[in-house]
């Protein structure tokens, strides 16, 4: 366990020394491309904003957690039958951890919902799992549907349908693979881990273990019936959180560019958030996600760089940093130290590595 940690310190160094070298790649192309940036302006532009559109992008983002305690408790069902809003503080407290100190802390939930509904941590690794799949498949299709049925007035309209289409037929792939898997895992994972093994038997043995808890986690969902109602779940959820992006765009009534952003285009800067946020570092994960954001919004629709980095910051605020308040109220409730917690997510890591 000891040894685990200067791993994950040396590996959180290199992601950072990498980000910096992004960043002042960023900043050099800028300097010679002659842009500029006044910061005074980014404050005017907030300044401005439309305040009742971030309160109802807030309001879907906690509509979005409160789905998503549901269907953990869903997932949970064949373990132990536990009300639809039992979970909803594990959900707030783990988001809150992943907020302040990034992905590090993304497994920090299953541990608070084991240790909750007193059930195993290997068992709740799996729902996670499971609901990681769930939360792919219906981004992807929210997403993917939106860029290909973009109206044609939209500005790239070609490039946007042919990415959506693409997208959504990676995410009919990935339905397929989940069931396929469900039906015949065992088989499915064998011949995996053959292909695998002729790169590395490491990579081999790790492929199939892998494929298997994909399995136990699906098979623990039980009923075909079941995992539509988590489908339709995961889809309301991902869809109030898409409309937590549109209603703070919406906010800044005074941008051309911004006021009056269709849902499809909307969709793009949702995209490159949680592109961005995949690889999401303590506090500096926060700047490199308002910088995507803001570069994809000036880049696609020509929006200044200085309204751009204002919405990008709320964007961030509505979407990442809401939470913390609660987050803090019920893990005091629950008596969870965040940073106990945070040790706790690196060591369910390991042991899910």
Known sequence: MKKAKPKTSARTMTVLAAVLLLVAAGLWWAWRRGLTFDVHSVLRQLHGVAWWHIAAGILCIYGSYVVRGYRWSVFMRR????????LLGPQFTGFTAVAIFGRIADLSRPYLVARKAQVSLPSQIAVYTVERMFDLGAAALIFSSALAFTPATMPHHEIFVRVG???LAGTLF???FAVAIRLAGIRLAAVLGRMGTRLSPKLGVAVQEKVLAFRDGL???????VAAWAGVLSLFQWLLIALSYVQTVHAFAAEPTLRSLSFASTMLLMGASIGSSLLQLPVLGWFTQ???TAGSMHAFYGTPLETATACGTLLLIVNILCIVPAGLICARQDGVSLTDLKARSETAEEAAV
Do not use: N, W, Y
């Open 290 to 292: 308002i910088g995507a």
């Open 79 to 86: 373990q132990r039958s536990i009300g639809p809003f039992f």
């Open 219 to 225: 098979q623990g969902i039980g009923s075909v019936g």
């Open 174 to 176: 990935l339905a397929g």
């Open 165 to 167: 289409v693409v997208s």
